[in-house]
């Protein structure tokens, strides 16, 4: 048995992985934990489009590549987040509309991809462009005003700027195979592979709560994309209160999909979460470890690492 999340994760081919925030890396509890145990990183907000190209055709890469080269130089590979979204988007962008927006797309696509051209593993090209509720609609944004078709568009200017890496559509509430929004991504996907518009990965963020629980079809959701010949991926996971039975639940659901790419959790400790009044991570704010560390280490180790197996061996 393995003693971190990412060496325990590496025996079946996945990563374990977590976002990285930059401001943080000068706190030396935060990157002895994220050093130790993950060896995927996700720069929480820093690849952004507001960070990356704050003005028009000025791109900045300062904070992107804090984050970048803090994992490189730590043995870890990085997934970029995100390069098409509704959200962060600088104010100039927001502004925009139309053919023009299009062609800001387009261009910041192609301007951050050359930057990291053969160094990201996965990108999420888009991101959250599907409605909540039942409706199974786009969700409206200034991109999706721009046409219908700038989620292929996105996609397709995403392979030509940098071939070497998986392009991953990216959204939260399409864990439950049951619910429309993840219909309406999967209904997208195939119709994409039918067509042959250039998509390589699906990531579920997973952030689970009360108003979005963890529901155990989420392993026939993950078979059912990887069916449609992606992979797929846990891109931002979170449980509210880390119950460690969801979280081995979580890590088994992958561990059954072959195409199951690795897990990615959406901070360190719970003190560093987006959502840390919900306790959700795997690491007490003074760096220990929680009852659902344990769990998700002994599930990737292939059940209770803290037994042998019974015919011993
Ligand atoms: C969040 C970050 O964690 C916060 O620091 C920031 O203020 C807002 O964005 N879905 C995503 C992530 O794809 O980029 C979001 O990250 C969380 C939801």
């Excluded at 200017?157 to 439950?176: G, I």
């Excluded at 518009?197 to 952030?207: E, N, Y």
């Excluded at 449980?239 to 990615?264: E, F, K, M």
Aim: hydrophobic share 35%; with cysteine.
């Amino acid at each position: 048995a393995e003693s971190t999340l990412g060496a325990a994760a590496a025996q079946s081919g996945r990563y374990f992985g977590t976002a990285i925030a930059s401001g943080r890396l000068s706190d030396s509890t935060y990157t002895s934990i994220a050093g130790r145990e993950f060896n995927m990183v996700t720069a929480e907000n820093e690849m952004k489009i507001d960070a990356t190209e704050p003005q028009r055709g000025q791109f900045n890469f300062s904070s992107a590549d804090r984050v970048y080269n803090w994992a490189v130089q730590n043995g870890k590979q990085v997934r970029g987040h995100t390069l098409a979204w509704h959200s962060q988007q600088p104010g100039w962008m927001q502004s925009l509309s139309g053919s023009a927006l299009r062609q800001a797309m387009i261009d910041h696509i192609n301007g951050v991809m050359a930057h990291y051209k053969g160094k990201i593993v996965q990108w999420d090209v888009v991101n959250e462009a599907f409605a909540d509720g039942s409706s199974g609609a786009r969700r409206d944004s200034n991109l999706q005003r721009s046409g219908n078709d700038w989620i292929e568009v996105a996609f397709r200017t995403a392979r030509a700027a940098d071939p070497s890496a998986k392009l991953c559509y990216n959204d939260y509430n399409v864990e439950n195979w049951t619910w429309a929004k993840t219909q309406a991504m999967y209904n997208m996907v195939r119709d994409f592979k039918q067509r042959g518009v250039p998509i390589d990965c699906v990531g579920f963020q997973s952030h689970f709560n009360s108003g979005s629980p963890y529901n155990s079809n989420f392993r026939t959701t993950l078979q059912n994309f990887a069916a449609l010949g992606v992979d797929v991926a846990i891109t931002e996971l979170d449980i509210q209160g880390a119950p460690a039975s969801t979280y081995a639940n979580v890590t088994n659901d992958c561990l059954a999909v072959s195409r199951c790419l690795g897990i990615t959790v959406w901070g360190v400790r719970d003190s560093d979460s987006w959502r840390s009044e919900q306790t959700p991570l795997l690491f007490n704010n003074d760096g220990s470890k929680k009852a659902a560390y344990t769990a998700v280490l002994d599930a990737l180790n292939g059940g209770a690492s803290s037994e042998p197996p019974a015919d011993g061996g």
